[in-house]
């Protein structure tokens, strides 16, 4: 006999939310800034390079010292052209002595032995040096390239891209910070908060290469004049010189070579 408590449990069964098909779960939303950080991830990390050299200085007791060093850079041409900070692989001429970097090698990728480079030339006052994987490498390395880039405003979010090291597999570390200051003296640069640092090309939000970390500092007296000054010592390791001047730089440093082939 069909009783009243078997039709209520017949009943709850058919709306039970087991016996109703859950809709497909919706694809989910991938953010602007994901899609940011994979393209860089793909698109530029690949660029990235360390430069180990041998530097060799005056220790200023009329003596001669050698150490290993290693700094980033970044592929700008395809056949092997790097740029890195002057500052990073020479010094700072206000140190009152000049480094001679030697046995220069490029590491690129999971490269661990390097590729002997030369340096082309170097442009001090924007803080910018050339290096030239040598001989001509017959591959094709990933390059970022300055031409045509954007620029920035005051308070858009800025990203730069580094490598992990080996025990991390070289992953690619982004870091974050906004352009806080925009400037016309020395020259035209945007100076950034965050991460953002030297030797390094900076992105915007939608991956637009915007400029090159470079260091800018003043002249020896006015470097004592600021040594009290936080606000100094904080930006002077996150100016940014904008895409459109690298560009122009590169173009002018590279002009002889260009011809001579």
């Known amino acids: 006999m069909f009783t009243l408590t078997a039709a209520l449990v017949a009943w709850s069964f058919i709306q039970s939310p087991a016996a109703i098909e859950a809709p497909a779960p919706a694809a989910r939303v991938v953010s602007s ?3 940011t950080y994979a393209k860089l991830a793909k698109e530029v990390a690949p660029a990235i390079v360390n430069v180990k050299f041998v530097m060799d200085f005056d220790s200023g007791f009329g003596g001669e010292q050698s150490e290993e060093s290693e700094v980033h850079g970044v592929m700008i041409r395809e056949d092997g052209i790097v740029l890195v900070s002057s500052a990073m692989m020479f010094g700072y001429e206000g140190m009152g002595f000049e480094i001679r970097p030697r046995e220069i090698k490029v590491l690129v990728g999971e490269d661990t032995e390097g590729l002997d480079a030369t340096v082309i030339i170097r442009d001090r006052e924007r803080d910018l040096a050339w290096l030239r994987i040598a001989p001509k490498a017959e591959q094709k390395f990933a390059a970022v390239a300055f031409a045509g880039g954007s620029s920035v405003n005051l308070g858009a979010e800025v990203l730069q891209v580094m490598k992990l090291d080996k ?4 992953a690619a570390y ?4 906004k352009v806080a200051a925009i400037v016309s003296k020395p020259r035209s640069l945007f100076v950034a908060s965050g991460n953002v640092t030297v030797g390094l090309p900076v992105f915007a939000s939608d991956g637009a290469v915007v400029g090159f970390g470079v260091l800018q500092l003043p ?3 006015e470097m004592m004049a600021m040594q009290n000054s936080m606000t100094g010592q904080l930006v002077f390791a996150h100016t940014v010189l904008p895409a459109a001047d690298v560009a122009a730089a590169t173009d002018r440093a590279l002009a002889d070579l260009d011809n001579d082939e």
């Open 33 to 35: 800034s994901e899609a």
């Open 167 to 170: 025990y991390f597999d070289r």
């Open 174 to 177: 982004i870091v974050e910070g």
């Open 219 to 221: 002249e020896q007296d």
